[in-house]
Each structure stands twice: as C-alpha cells, then as structure tokens.
DNA sequence: TGCGACAGGATACATCGTAACCCCCACCCG
DNA sequence: CGGGTGGGGGTTACGATGTATCCTGTCGCA
C-alpha cells in the first residue's frame, strides 16, 4: 500500500463525513481510498473484487450501499455510460460536474463548466425540477489522438 | 396494432435510411416501430420481448444488433442513466440531445440546446475529440411536481 | 458459379445490480 | 443495568443488462 497525495483526499473526505455527521465506517473509507488510489474509475465489481482482496468486502450488495451512499454525499460519481465509479477530486459536497471519457485509454477527466448550470437552469424555466445532471463527453483524449505529437 | 401518427414518423426515419443506402430490414422496421409506438423508453430486453411476441425476435443480441445500428444512424437514442432506448422524434440524422427523465411518471423529453455544442467545444478547445456527448437531466416532469394544479 | 459482405439465428456466458432477510453493535433512554 | 432502536453490513439468491462466438441464409457481383 504506497503512500500518495490520494490519501489526503481521501482524508479530506473522510473529514467532511464527519463534520456532517455522519458515519465513517472501515468499508466506507476502503471503497473511498481505493477509488483514490485507482487511475481509472473501478466497476463495481472490480472494487468489489479489490476490496475482497484485501478482506474488506463480503458480496457485491456491500459495495452497492456504500457506493450509493458515497455518491449521495457527493464523494463519488457514477460514470453512467461507461458503468463505473470515480471518486470526486473536486469537491467534498455535491455538485454538478461534466466527464470526459476517453474510449482509447479509458482515462476520465472530471470538469466543470457554467453550462450545466444553464442547462439545468433551463429545465427549471420549463417546470422540471432537476435533481440531477448527467454529462459525459465521450471520445478520445488529447493524448489519444491520432496526428498530435 | 393501431394507426398512429409516430407511424408517419417511422416512415420518415425508414426513407432517411434508404437515402443512405443502408438496408431497411424487416426487424429493423420493426424495433424502430415498436419504439415510435411505445409511450416510454423500452429497455433491451422489454422491447425484445414484444418483438417476440410478434414472432420478429429471434434472441437478445439481434435487438442489440439493430439497436447499436439505429444509434448509430441518429434514429435512436441510448438513455444510459435508465439503461433504455428511444425513438428519436426530431431529426432522422445524428445529433446531440438532452433529455429530461422524470423519476415519477418515467416519461421523457428531448429537446436540444445551444449549451450542448458549447460543451463539445470546450472540450475541443482543451484537445479532446468529441465523439458522443450524453446529456440528462434526472428529476421531476412539470406533472409530477408536487404542489401545482 | 463462386465469392465476399452483411443481417440475423442460436447458444452460452459475462457483467451489473438488487430484493429479502438476518444479525451485530453503537447508542439512547429509563 | 436491561431493553429498545436504528443504521450498517453479511449472506443468499436472483433479476436485469449486455456480449462473444459460431453458424446460416441471402444478395450482389465478378
């Protein structure tokens, strides 16, 4: 187990659980640490499969909760096109965010950008209550593209 | 089976298709109409149940087949956050779309905006190859809003 | 007539997600 | 201290979603 700038994240975390009130359990920080310390967003039941690894997870209904519960207090996103779980660099509450998703390398990218709030802003105009947003941009990174240095 | 005028629609998209010259099959007319007919997005397996039905399915990876095709051809859309499809209703070519799914009802809109191809170009101006962008809006439909008349 | 390309049939399997039920334990309260 | 309570997690079993693989039929074309 290497010691990285992750863990300060995860540590970060953790910490904004605990001012909430609620609960940081051994699971929880397990699922939020490995999600840190993975370069690209885990499965569920590739996390589930590392954490077993290391004893930490009993079945796959484990993993669900605790990912569900991590994504409510906005620690983790669901990569919804791709079916998998990164956890959030950018902030320790929910917020709106947009992913780009490389299909060459698998990498993702977490940004923001004003339009989301445009667009949720126009759905509210139209008398729809958002409660969330889901953006992801799908294609290939800078790195990927073929013709670039 | 019942007259309808997504029947029209349908139509629309099968001339689009032969203008591709791409072959307009019959389980291809037939998942195109089944989602025109349907009041909500189908999942895969809903629709290759009624597909079924009908004696025009033979087994899962056909739908899959035909549906990939259709996404591909801007005739159908891949609503990732429920894991279902939908008959596209406003262009018969590729295009970006948002859509609003209501958690209540289950009924969803497309609708464009101008913040989606500002999106694709943030993206672009940081070096990012835009392929496919998924835009959705999870909440409340005006309908089911709570507190209104 | 033979060939290549494409659509679809068929089987089996992989992956993703959840329902239902139980138990443990921290915590509160009298 | 004894009992109640609720959240978190273990366990089993299953449902839902998506694919790999191989084979067959059909059509256009040289």
């Known amino acids: 187990m290497t010691d990285c700038s992750a863990c300060t994240r995860s540590a970060d975390a953790s910490a904004a659980l605990v001012e909430r009130g609620v609960r940081v359990t051994a699971l929880r920080t397990r699922v939020l640490d490995a999600l840190h310390h993975a370069e690209k967003p885990l499965g569920a039941y590739e996390l589930f499969d590392r954490l077993k690894a290391d004893g930490a997870a009993s079945a796959p209904p484990a993993v669900y ?29 929910p917020h709106r965010a947009v992913f780009r998703i490389c299909r060459a390398c698998g990498g993702v990218r977490e940004g923001t950008s004003p ?31 073929p013709g670039r240095p």
Request: charged share 25%.
């Open 115 to 145: 339009r989301l709030d445009d667009l949720a802003a126009e759905a509210e105009a139209e008398g729809f209550r958002v409660e969330h947003l889901v953006v992801e941009t799908l294609g290939l990174c800078a790195a990927c593209t």
């Open 65 to 93: 909760r605790v990912l569900d519960f991590l994504e409510g207090q906005g620690l983790v996103h669901k990569l919804q096109s791709i079916a998998a779980y990164t956890a959030c660099r950018a902030s320790a509450a």
